[in-house]
């Protein structure tokens, strides 16, 4: 057999070498792992298998819960982690000219590319990334672009140019629609005086408002309707789709405060005011940090207005919380109403069992001389509906003076109510003033 030439020994040596790391992960690897590793499978594969295999099988008595957590939490960490890879991932955008005209629609472009057009950091990207879940607004201000991730608008706005990145999932295409129909009509006026980054700032903040207006609209009428239902009739469905709004309602809430908290935080900083006219910056023009009259009354106009709509939450929050409080004491209130209805009865079933003792007495067969009256039968009816109607009374008007319930107690009443026990009415001494103050 002829010995393997020199372009055979690269391959060989590498193969070896892989083979011994493999053997050497495999000794490293726990005995579970290493039970369901295939020969043709990678290690991320047969974590994977793993974790179903885990979930399909009963659990033997050797193996410890312990061990199934572990791998489980493994099988979490390296999904969680490979999305986070560096790889070079496609986006989906929509690209508008200086002019406003669109220029791309939903192109496919790489994120290396779109990093090293625009100057940006992949790191800037991240949040821009609409297949990561994103809950926290933010405006990131660059040397050359403005990146903003606002609900469901996520777009590059440069001095000439607005990258619009699809949002992964969305469902409301009328939405984007309008917003794209009136980012291109206010591009494209250019009479105002505007730079063309404000335009589409202006553009992306008012459908941001538009969102949240609808949406609060939307929950209003919602609320308002299941509270006015709430008035005529309690029941547990109607408890069920409260507890949902109330839910519903304060992610809402909590989602317009993140957006007020950014747009309050860019207006917090002069460098980043100053640093968003990317116009002035391409141009060359040089500014001073107190010079963005202009863009910090934009600013302040959309915050004011996301403002309001957090206290109109707000005041809807508090209202949803004022008709649970009196539901729960008109539920009290009827479950004490039952309460005091069976102790009545429990006390008339008292006053019945002591009329009948009068009765059990005298049928117990023994001679008591009053049978030959002739007027015993009605002298002791009378005496046992008379024990029956006393003791009947007095457990009721016990029972009306403890269900009397007051801010004071008992003690206190009592004495309010005898006019001998109150104390005198002293009145307060009027103040003088006198040139050293007031004595």
């Known amino acids: 057999m002829p010995l393997a030439g020199p372009k055979c020994l690269p391959r060989c040596s590498v193969q070896s070498v892989s083979s011994l790391a493999l053997a050497h992960r495999w000794h490293q690897a726990s005995p579970l792992r290493r039970r369901l590793v295939l020969p043709g499978d990678t290690p991320r ?104 991730n606002i609900l469901h608008i996520r777009a590059l706005v440069k001095a000439d140019t607005v990258v619009l990145f699809d949002t992964y999932g969305s469902n409301d295409s009328r939405l984007h629609s309008a917003f794209l129909y009136h980012l291109e009509h206010n591009l494209k006026v250019r009479g105002g005086g ?80 100053n640093a968003m006219y990317l116009t002035d910056k391409k141009k060359g023009a040089v500014r001073q940090n107190h010079e963005h009259d202009e863009l910090e009354v934009l600013l302040e106009f959309f915050s004011k207005q996301v403002e309001e709509i957090v206290n109109e939450a707000e005041n809807i929050e508090s209202n949803v919380q004022s008709t649970q409080e009196i539901v729960e004491l008109i539920l009290d209130s009827n479950r004490n109403a039952l309460l005091a209805l069976d102790l009545k009865v429990s006390i008339l079933t008292m006053g019945l069992g002591s009329g009948a003792l009068v009765a059990g007495l005298f049928g117990m067969n023994l001679q008591s001389h009053l049978e030959e009256m002739p007027y015993a039968f009605a002298a002791m009816t009378v005496v046992s509906a008379a024990i029956a109607a006393f003791a009947a009374w007095a457990g009721l008007w016990r029972l009306a003076r403890i269900r009397k319930v007051g801010l004071t107690s008992s003690q206190t009443t009592n004495r309010v109510s005898d006019p001998k026990s109150r104390a005198p009415w002293i009145p307060l001494p009027l103040r003088r003033r006198t040139f050293n103050g007031w004595s």
Request: proline residues 4%.
């Open 194 to 273: 505007s730079p063309y980054e404000f335009r589409a700032i202006e553009s992306i903040l008012l459908s941001v408002l538009s969102a949240l207006e609808a949406e609060m609209v939307f929950i209003r009428n919602l609320v308002g309707g299941l509270l006015a239902e709430l008035e005529d009739d309690i029941n547990h469905d109607k408890f069920k789709r409260l507890l949902h709004y109330s839910r519903r309602l304060a992610s809402f809430k909590n989602r317009a405060r993140l957006v007020q908290d950014a747009l309050e935080e860019v207006l917090e900083q002069d460098d980043d005011l």
């Open 45 to 148: 594969l047969a974590s994977w298998k793993a974790l179903l295999n885990l979930k399909s099988r009963p659990s033997s008595a050797g193996e410890t819960p312990e061990n199934e957590e572990e791998v489980a939490k493994a099988a979490i960490l390296e999904k969680v982690m490979k999305g986070r890879l560096p790889a070079d991932l496609m986006l989906r955008c929509t690209i508008l000219d200086e002019d406003g005209a669109v220029k791309t629609i939903s192109g496919q472009f790489r994120r290396s590319d779109l990093c090293n057009e625009h100057r940006l950091n992949p790191r800037d990207l991240r949040k821009i990334d609409s297949r990561i879940p994103n809950l926290v607004p933010t405006i990131l201000i660059r040397k050359e672009a403005i990146l903003i």
